[in-house]
């Protein structure tokens, strides 16, 4: 999946992400920037997904992963199915954390529908791979 390297949203992500790790807020607050000034859908969905990994606790990076994937569901870029298997994946990993083997389950299965639209690149085969092992994981005990 590419997006355009002009767009703002996606500039203001990736400035943002030079800066996880420098052990400031600064980070955080530019995704939150790319929030706020993201125009469509598309725009919503990426900053939300790097808004996700900024999350303290496994309950508010479920809802943002979930805002994400509400936010692709709705765009109309095709382009964006190639990130469902992770997103997916993401807010299974969050049930799992939580507890929940049965929704984990659900959405690590959401995930594999959309592996056809995964590159058949290094990220694509890892995303693929840890889908499966994630199903694998939560599946012991449930036949």
């Given at each position: 999946m590419q997006f355009d390297p002009?767009?703002?949203i996606v500039k203001l992500?990736?400035?943002a992400m030079d800066l996880e790790g420098d052990g400031t807020n600064r980070a955080a607050?530019?995704?939150m920037q790319a929030w706020n000034e993201a125009s469509d859908a598309t725009e919503k969905f990426i900053a939300?997904?790097?808004i996700a990994r900024q999350q303290p606790t496994v309950t508010e990076k479920l809802q943002w992963d979930q805002t994400a994937l509400e936010f692709a569901l709705q765009s109309?870029?095709?382009k964006l199915k190639g990130a469902f298997p992770s997103l997916y994946?993401?807010?299974g990993k969050c049930y799992e954390d939580l507890g929940d083997p049965k929704k984990a389950?659900?959405?690590y299965q959401s995930g594999e529908s959309y592996f056809e639209y995964l590159q058949p690149d290094g990220y694509g085969e890892f995303t693929r791979s840890t889908v499966e092992r994630a199903i694998a994981r939560v599946s012991v005990g449930r036949s």
């Open positions: 002009e767009n703002k992500c990736a400035a607050e530019m995704f939300a997904h790097y109309n870029d095709e994946l993401n807010i389950l659900e959405n």
